[in-house]
């Protein structure tokens, strides 16, 4: 399987961008991680084949993470905009990784 994420650019503080992962196969779970310039990659938020989502404590009540099996397309919907929200956003499901997507959000 493939992952191509997009949807990522410049966002104000407060802010909101929806970053779209789509994979060349049916996904089951599926992971968005993120990177900060000079920090390791963590978990963001995931979702199971059932729905079920999960999030960082960080991300809890402003990102929402849904799915469109039909277009093999999981979307992360990033509220309220943070600075610190700033880093290349993948997508991982099976040990695949997509190439990512930057966001960049100003205060």
């Known amino acids: 399987v493939r992952l191509v994420e997009s949807g990522g650019g410049l966002a104000q503080a407060g802010g909101s961008l929806r970053l779209s992962c789509v994979a060349s196969?049916?996904?089951?779970?599926l992971g968005w991680y993120r990177q900060a310039p000079g920090k390791e990659r963590e978990y963001v938020a995931g979702?199971?084949?059932?729905?079920?989502?999960n999030y960082a404590e960080s991300v809890k009540g402003r990102f929402t993470t849904s799915r469109d099996d039909a277009k093999n397309t999981v979307y992360l919907q990033m509220n309220s905009l943070k600075p610190e929200d700033t880093g290349v956003y993948f997508c991982?499901?099976?040990?695949?990784w997509g190439q990512g997507t930057q966001v960049t959000v100003s205060s």
């Open positions: 196969d049916s996904i089951f779970t």
């Open positions: 991982m499901t099976r040990d695949i």
């Open positions: 979702i199971s084949r059932g729905g079920t989502e």
